[in-house]
């Protein structure tokens, strides 16, 4: 024979039990402070952009950039810092363009027989480019920019005649600085 085990009970709890839940309230402290003061947010401003001015472009990759300095930049960085920085950024241009050029002509000159497949190293070679720029760039982030609450970076955008060809520019962009009436 099997044996049954009684099911367990599921009476409702006491009535002391509930008077106790709901004794157990929380207590909400209420602002008695309707009269707020405005919150005013630094408004972010316009990055500095600089444009490429070197004789050779290869997919939108200037050979070297403009080293004058901006006047939107005074009181924020010394000039000699920023023509420092921008001949760094040069310095890397130079290696990286050139050799990318040759593989470019080396490229065209072989694109019908290869089907285009001759322009991969062109490729490849320009997401090098980039990726050696935005390392300079974090590197010049790190040791000065960024304490002075500027940023670089390496951003793509259009060209100033036609909206369908875009190019690499260097964007300085002014970091805002903390409010210091906004709490936590």
């Known amino acids: 024979m099997s044996q049954v085990s009684p099911a367990p ?65 005074t009181g924020y960085i010394a000039p000699e810092e920023l023509s420092a920085t921008l001949s760094r950024v040069n310095s890397v241009l ?8 040759r593989w470019f002509l080396c490229g065209l000159a072989f694109c019908c027989c290869s089907l285009g497949c001759s322009m991969w190293p062109v490729i490849c070679l320009n997401k090098r480019t980039v990726l050696a720029l935005e390392k ?20 793509r955008r259009p060209t100033e005649p036609s909206d369908r060809l875009s190019e690499y520019v260097l964007e300085l962009k002014i970091l805002p600085k903390a409010a210091l009436n906004i709490p936590d």
């Not at 408004?43 to 004058?68: H, L, Q």
């Not at 130079?94 to 050029?101: M, P």
């Open 94 to 101: 130079k290696r990286h363009v050139q050799t990318s050029s």
């Open 9 to 73: 009970s599921t009476s409702p709890p006491p009535a002391s039990v509930l008077s106790n839940n709901e004794e157990q309230e929380i207590d909400v402290i209420s602002s008695s402070d309707d009269e707020t003061e405005p919150i005013y947010l630094p408004k972010e401003k316009e990055p500095v952009v600089i444009r490429g001015v070197g004789n050779i472009t290869v997919f939108g990759m200037n050979s070297r950039f403009n080293t004058d300095y901006p006047p939107e930049l």
């Open 136 to 155: 300079c760039l974090d590197h010049e982030n790190v040791s000065l920019y960024h304490k002075l609450g500027l940023h670089w970076s390496l951003a």
